[in-house]
């Protein structure tokens, strides 16, 4: 079966930098694109950033734009959010999300559990 | 538009039915799908795209869609139907993803 699990959240000084890692199993890992979405505490999901199955393509949410970037290692069937200039708004459960792969699909088909980012001095 | 909106709190009696909608420009060209999340749980897709249910979801869950909204319709509300829900769809542009602000739904 699916299974995504995150890790490598924390808490974290405002601008500073930090990396969150997603293990994926139970997919062919390299022929899906795969999103990053975020839940502040109390709040609503956020929609972070998006990135195509070879990697060519990468978009991000207005709020991330120019501070986080999103990749991925298919070789170890992972991907990455590297977060720079955090803020005390980035604070969030940071989940990984599958892409079903289907041309103009809006949904998401497998969630992980996520990983708290705490940004506070 | 890049906004999609829905009402923060819906409320339906044991057994009625329930519509939660969701509203944007998007949603002419492109379909809705809605998320169940239950408090210290992951969301689960509860309708996919052309209003589909996956494997596992009861069907007194259904879509619809006209013009720039979507809506969920939860026919005879269950206990355990209690939850966020969110729905979700690309920007015009097709190239971003967005979700609405989330319906808080209460079954009385």
């Known amino acids: 079966q699916v299974q995504l699990l995150e890790s490598g959240g924390g808490v974290v000084q405002p601008g500073r930098s930090l990396t969150l890692s997603c293990v994926a199993s139970g997919f062919t890992f390299g022929s899906y694109g795969m999103h990053w979405v975020r839940q502040a505490p109390g709040k609503g999901l956020e929609w972070v950033a998006v990135?195509?199955?070879?990697?060519?393509?990468?978009y991000y949410a207005d709020s991330v734009k120019g501070r986080f970037t999103i990749s991925r290692d298919d070789s170890r069937k992972t991907l990455y959010l590297h977060m720079n200039s955090l803020r005390a708004e980035d604070t969030a459960v940071y989940s990984c999300?599958?892409?079903?792969?289907?041309?103009?699909?809006?949904?998401?088909?497998?969630w992980g559990q996520g990983t708290l980012v705490t940004v506070s001095s | 538009s890049s906004e999609l909106t829905q009402d923060p709190t819906v409320s339906v009696a044991l057994g009625q039915t329930v519509k939660i909608t969701c509203q944007g420009d998007s949603l002419r060209y492109f379909y809705a799908s809605w998320y169940q999340q239950k408090p210290g749980q992951a969301p689960v897709v509860v309708l996919s795209?052309?209003?589909n249910r996956p494997s596992g979801i009861p069907d007194r869950f259904s879509g619809s869609s006209s013009g720039s909204a979507a809506s969920l319709t939860i026919t005879g509300a269950q206990a355990e139907d209690e939850a966020d829900y969110y729905c979700?769809?690309?920007?015009?542009?097709?190239?971003?993803?967005?979700f609405g602000g989330g319906t808080k739904l209460t079954v009385l």
């Open positions: 979700a769809s690309r920007d015009s542009s097709g190239h971003y993803r967005m």
């Open positions: 990135i195509s199955y070879d990697g060519d393509n990468r």
């Open positions: 795209d052309k209003n």
């Open positions: 999300a599958k892409d079903p792969g289907i041309v103009g699909a809006t949904h998401f088909d497998y």
